[in-house]
């Protein structure tokens, strides 16, 4: 976007609305100033909206129910803070019962108190750091039990998450202090992370990280990349195709990716995947592989790549040639229709 356009759109809390927010989402001024003011108020870059958008888009959710939050996390690798968007406990929960097999969830239990005082630096609402020292009584751990139908069965899924491990710092990974929402509801924190990490353990393909796991955390302590980074490359959709997203479709997705999240290994096997599958035409398989060979942002980012080609190329149905490089195995037939099986029920990342 060029800084002419950027100055002509109307500011609301000093975020711009950018042209793709009006022309790919079809919002309003009225909307962006809702996003920015009411979903939103901590975003500091319109950049981190629009990925909610990107994401809401891809799942069929209304962003206006807040089904995600932006989390500010330090990144070792670029030397600053990035913002980043997670999943909220709901939206893991929503995801995890429109599987069908999802067959409920039981009250917390909980472990013990402990009262602990912590002391270091937090930072302000200035972003200044202070001093401070704060006594909390809190939980030691929580248990929860999620139930998932398994071969006709209801079957039960526990894991135990200690607050210690879980809460959120004020100051980062360097800092103890709790953050202001972990001293205020301490329970109800844990419990937020104790009910996504059953849900992890109930449907491990389809649930990952919560936001309120994530909120205070570095990206140094994502262990499996499943983070949608905002300091990044946008890739446009089809003007054309602006209110698609209000009409459900999930077609011409935008995707926003840090490509410097992304690894170079990985970069070259998705470039190599999209070289064989465009000669191929094996399109279906390759989705298909993809959504078994990546996961988080690199399955984010190998997608993206497919469907800048693949709208552009034909389709077909053809099984991609086995390469020892790619380790790609041949797909029968029979593989091929499972393939579009999966397809027809959806595969967003």
């Known amino acids: 976007m060029s800084q002419n356009n950027r100055n002509n759109l109307p500011k609301t809390r000093d975020l711009p609305m950018p042209v793709t927010a009006q022309q790919s989402y079809g919002l309003s001024e009225q909307s962006w100033k809702v996003l920015t003011e009411v979903t939103f108020p901590t975003a500091k870059t319109p950049e981190a909206i629009l990925m909610a958008l990107d994401y809401c888009k891809a799942r069929k959710l209304d962003i206006f129910k807040k089904p995600v939050h932006i989390v500010p996390m330090w990144s070792a690798a670029l030397g600053r803070n990035v913002e980043t968007v997670w999943p909220s406990i709901m939206e893991i929960q929503t995801t995890a019962s429109r599987t069908g097999v999802w067959a409920g969830m039981d009250r917390p239990v909980w472990g013990p108190d402990v009262t602990k005082t912590f002391t270091g630096r937090y930072k302000d609402d200035n972003d200044q750091w202070q001093e401070s020292s704060v006594t909390v009584t809190f939980p030691e751990w929580v248990a ?15 894991e135990e998450v200690y607050w210690l491990e879980a809460y959120s710092t004020a100051g980062g ?10 001293i205020k509801r301490p329970k109800g924190q844990l419990a937020k992370c104790g009910k996504a990490a059953s849900l992890r353990a109930a449907f491990p393909e389809e649930c990952g990280y919560a936001a309120e796991e994530m909120d205070g955390k570095t990206l140094d302590d994502v262990v499996d990349g ?5 300091e990044a490359t946008h ?15 999930s077609e011409q997705t935008p995707h926003v990716i840090d490509l410097s999240q992304i ?3 990985v970069q070259k096997a998705v470039a190599e995947l999209v070289r064989r599958t465009a000669a191929a035409g094996a399109w279906k398989a390759a ?3 993809a959504h078994q060979k990546f996961k988080g942002i690199d399955l984010t980012f190998a997608l993206a790549e497919l469907d800048k ?10 099984a991609l040639e086995p390469t020892d490089s790619m380790g790609i195995p041949p797909l029968s037939a029979k593989d091929m229709a499972m393939n579009q099986a999966r397809q027809t029920l959806g595969h967003a990342a």
């Open 287 to 289: 989705y298909d592989y």
């Open 144 to 158: 929860v039990t999620v139930y998932r139908i398994v071969g006709g069965k209801r079957c039960a899924f526990t």
């Open 235 to 249: 890739w446009e959709t089809d003007v054309g195709q602006a209110g698609d997203w209000f009409s459900g479709s």
């Open 226 to 230: 499943s983070v949608i980074d905002g």
């Open 309 to 318: 080609v693949s709208q552009v190329e034909p389709k077909a149905t053809q």
């Open 263 to 265: 690894h170079p290994k």
């Open 173 to 182: 990974k360097n800092s103890q202090v709790p953050t202001a929402m972990w």
